[in-house]
């Protein structure tokens, strides 16, 4: 089943992110990938080099960044292929582990979602 983990970052250290943590993250990556549970990962650019696309009222309406008020923002994403919500979870908090051991003051959360099996068409 697939899961993707996205991950909210709603307070980040003034420092930039450690070499530490990359090095953590990379070794998580190598591990899922070599097990063949991960299917894709990804870094998004900041906030401000994106936009915002809204359905309000009837009218759809675009804001680019940057915004004036963003306390929680998408920093990255990762696909897992794994047998359940349990084991997509485990990879969650052991990715959010790499963040608390390796760079002091950061704050976030991963939203674990299933992907919805779409009906083949034809």
Not at 18 to 34: C, D, H, Q, T
Not at 40 to 47: D, F, H, K, S, T
């Amino acid at each position: 089943m697939k899961f993707i983990c996205l991950l909210h970052e709603s307070a980040r250290p003034t420092a930039e992110p450690p070499v530490e943590l990359f090095a953590a993250i990379g070794a998580l990556g190598a591990e899922a990938s070599a097990e063949g549970s991960l299917i894709e990962v990804g870094a998004l650019l900041p906030i401000q080099a994106g936009a915002v696309v809204t359905l309000a009222g009837g009218a759809i309406t675009t804001t680019d960044g940057p915004f004036v008020e963003t306390k929680e923002l998408v920093g990255s994403y990762a696909v897992y292929d794994v047998p359940d919500l349990a084991t997509a979870v485990k990879k969650s908090e052991q990715f959010l582990e790499t963040h608390r051991s390796t760079w002091p003051g950061w704050e976030g959360w991963i939203e674990v979602r299933p992907y919805m099996e779409m009906p083949s068409a034809g």
